[in-house]
Every structure is written in structure tokens, then in C-alpha cells.
């Protein structure tokens, strides 16, 4: 099926581990970034990406490396795990002139 | 930081009834766009409005844009329990960014 597909969906990791939140489409989308939402609030952008090989931060980038080297793939990087970064993470895409494909959201906790 | 506010935060209403949330936001964009989240689950788009549009309809749903006030309205007509979401505006900012930035949500209770 097309769409946004993110794994894992659930993950539990220690203070200091590092970790892949892995986003994949198969819509040949252009446009792809990584959002983190907290309890009871809205999005916010960590990173996002304009093609392949092209990428930039958001708003809440500390913590988090990023790559596109497909135009299929946009993995997030978590470099040293800490609690503040528990929360769930989504991944979007999209192409000119349409809103944006949601993944279904990998829930994240640090302890 | 959230590109703007949302309101009513909440609102609960009968089946049947119609449903408006407002949105502001803070600077230009390109356009603005409108998610629906049920819970724990991930975002669906609903209607995406460009800068120089002022109105656009899908189904029962009606957006209005207003980029003198950095505004926009969501309206949902005859709602049904279904409906029961939080609901989302976002923005694209227009500086060539092609992401976007959510403001904090309206979460709508539809009773049946």
C-alpha cells in the first residue's frame, strides 16, 4: 500500500543510547520531515528535507541528526537518548500542490 | 514554537450540529493546511487552502482564509460521532520551507 511507513511503532531506550527512527514512502514525494509531539500539543518540526541530499532544521533540532541520500528514505537519528526526548515522533511527505501523507508515529520513551 | 493559536481549545457538541474552530497564525505563508487526529493515531489531511484562495469546500467541510487578519476558519457542517478528533491547522511558512508548523489544536467532542 502507498504511504509513509515508520519503524519501529514502539520503542523503549536507556539515558545515552543512541537510536534510528526509520521513515520510508513509495509516492515519490519531494518534500519530507520529521515532527515530535508531546502530550496534549501540537506538532512541532525537528527536520525536514526538499530532495535528496538536501536537508535543514526545524524548530526543536537539538538532539537529532538526519539524512537523505534516497528520495525514499529520511531516517532520524536520536545521538544520545534523554528523557526530555520522550514523545511520539511522525514523519510526513509530500509533493507540490497536496497536503501531506502521515505515518502512523513511532511512540519513543527515555528513561 | 507554535506558529500560532487554535480556539477553541475544546468543544463538545450534538450530533447533527455544526462545528467552527478558528486558527491564527503569525507570519506570511504560502498556505495552510488542516489535519484531523483521532487518538494515538497518526494525522490525516483534510483540505489544504493557498495564500490567494479565501475559501475552499470538501464534503462537509468549508475552510475560510483570511491573510489580512492571519486567520482561518474550519467548519464542519451536520457532524456525526465520527467527527470526535482533535483537529489541526498548519502552516507553510512562505520562505521557501516545505514543512510545516501546527498550531495547538481544537479537540471536538461530537455526542451522539
Known amino acids: 500500500n502507498a504511504g509513509v511507513t515508520q519503524t519501529p511503532k514502539f520503542q523503549v531506550l536507556k539515558t545515552g543510547q543512541s537510536m534510528t527512527l526509520q521513515c520510508a514512502q513509495d509516492m515519490n514525494h519531494e518534500y519530507m520531515s520529521w515532527y515530535r509531539q508531546d502530550p496534549g500539543m501540537g506538532l512541532r518540526l525537528i527536520h525536514y528535507s526538499v530532495g535528496a541530499g538536501i536537508t535543514d532544521q526545524g524548530e526543536v533540532p537539538n538532539g537529532y541528526n538526519v539524512s537523505r541520500s534516497t528520495t525514499e528514505d529520511f531516517p532520524l537519528r536520536l545521538l544520545s537518548a534523554a528523557p526530555s526526548q520522550t514523545s511520539v515522533y511522525f514523519c510526513?511527505?509530500?509533493?507540490?500542490?497536496?497536503?501531506?501523507?502521515f505515518g502512523s508515529g513511532t511512540r519513543l520513551t527515555v528513561v | 514554537s507554535q506558529q500560532g493559536e487554535e480556539d477553541p481549545q475544546a468543544l463538545s457538541i450534538q450530533e447533527g450540529e455544526n462545528a467552527t474552530m478558528n486558527c491564527s497564525y503569525k507570519?506570511?505563508?504560502?498556505?495552510l493546511q488542516w489535519y484531523r487526529q483521532n487518538s494515538g493515531r497518526g494525522l490525516v489531511h483534510l483540505i489544504l487552502?493557498?495564500?490567494?484562495?479565501r475559501e475552499k469546500h470538501s464534503g462537509r467541510l468549508r475552510v475560510t482564509l483570511d491573510t489580512s487578519k492571519k486567520s482561518s476558519s474550519l467548519l464542519i457542517t451536520a457532524s456525526r460521532a465520527a467527527d470526535t478528533a482533535s483537529y489541526f491547522c498548519?502552516?507553510?511558512?512562505?520562505?521557501?520551507?516545505?514543512?510545516?508548523?501546527f498550531g495547538s489544536g481544537t479537540r471536538l467532542q461530537v455526542q451522539p
Open positions: 510526513a511527505s509530500r509533493n507540490t500542490g497536496v497536503g501531506y501523507t
Open positions: 487552502i493557498r495564500s490567494n484562495e
Open positions: 498548519a502552516t507553510e511558512k512562505n520562505t521557501g520551507r516545505r514543512a510545516l508548523t
Open positions: 507570519t506570511s505563508i504560502n498556505n
